[in-house]
């Protein structure tokens, strides 16, 4: 079973590179039912046919020792990759990598490669999606393709991708019509025991692991939509707040703009911040 820090690490990756969190929950709903949201999942079948450990699988292909990885039809990985062609592109963007087959941010690397490209038309659809459902759907029928798409696998997987929504982007409940609203200055209209979700309208552009962890602001500090000071303020958080990074940025001329997210006053915030104003403390 996936922890915490796995979810959290694959929302603000997918987060980072669609920017809209219908389609991120609708994707990661199917990654779970594909995988548990484990990134060296081997297909139950293969542990049995294989007599291997999803971890012994794992090192064997690492090691070399295991050579039939693109051709033995057996499911791996976050979205159970499981043809030919696609396993063996799996490989080789992880070989490019200098990764293990079973890393977890290889794999979704490589899985926004496919989206943006053989598999455009869902990206396409995850990134406008206005509920779950619809890029639940999107993704089982267009990018996973398992046997059954039926009426009750569109169900339970757009469940799952459900309570991701609601743990990751404020919803409190799994109706269209339960939300809550925030005024101007960053504070919820809500009651204080709810929590609303404020979004960068920009999407982080480069990854870099090192950078990831938690930070505190050093100085009173504007958290922008986007990139740069000529990107509209979405609040401005107190010296000492804590705020997390998952390694995305954007860099502007030499200065790099961290995607960070936080909670401030009952709101969980999603936006860029100048690295020159925050001080990494873990």
Do not use: C, H
Request: aromatic letters at 12%; charged letters at 20%.
């Amino acid at each position: 079973m996936a922890t915490s820090t796995t979810e959290k690490t694959i929302w603000s990756y997918l987060m980072g590179k669609i920017g809209n969190a219908y389609g991120v929950a609708g994707l990661m709903g199917n990654l779970y039912a594909e995988s548990g949201l484990s990134s060296n999942n081997l297909q139950n079948s293969g542990n049995t046919k294989l007599g291997l450990t999803d971890a012994e699988y794992t090192a064997q292909v690492d090691a070399g020792t295991y050579t039939k990885f693109a051709t033995d039809s057996i499911g791996y990985g976050l979205a159970q990759w499981t043809y030919k062609t696609r396993k063996k592109a799996l490989k080789e963007y992880a070989d490019a990598q200098k990764a293990s087959i079973g890393d977890l941010e290889m794999q979704l690397g490589f899985l926004y490669k496919e989206l943006s490209g053989s598999y455009s038309a869902v990206l396409k659809v995850l990134k406008s999606a206005t509920t779950v459902l619809e890029a639940s759907n999107a993704v089982l029928t267009g990018y996973e393709k398992p046997a059954n798409q039926g009426t009750s696998v569109q169900t339970a997987r757009a469940k799952y991708g459900q309570k991701y929504y609601d743990a990751y982007a404020g919803s409190s409940t799994s109706s269209a019509s339960a939300s809550t609203t925030s005024t101007s200055s960053g504070t919820s209209s809500a009651s204080s025991s709810s929590t609303t979700t404020k979004k960068a309208t920009e999407a982080a552009k480069k990854f870099l692991k090192s950078l990831a962890g938690t930070y505190k602001a050093t100085a009173n500090l504007n958290v922008r939509n986007g990139a740069g000071t000529d990107k509209t303020y979405m609040v401005t958080i107190p010296k000492g707040t804590e705020v997390k990074n998952y390694g995305y940025y954007t860099l502007v001329g030499t200065t790099k703009w961290l995607y960070i997210q936080f909670t401030y006053k009952n709101v969980e915030y999603t936006g860029f911040s100048s690295e020159k104003y925050l001080e990494k403390t873990k």
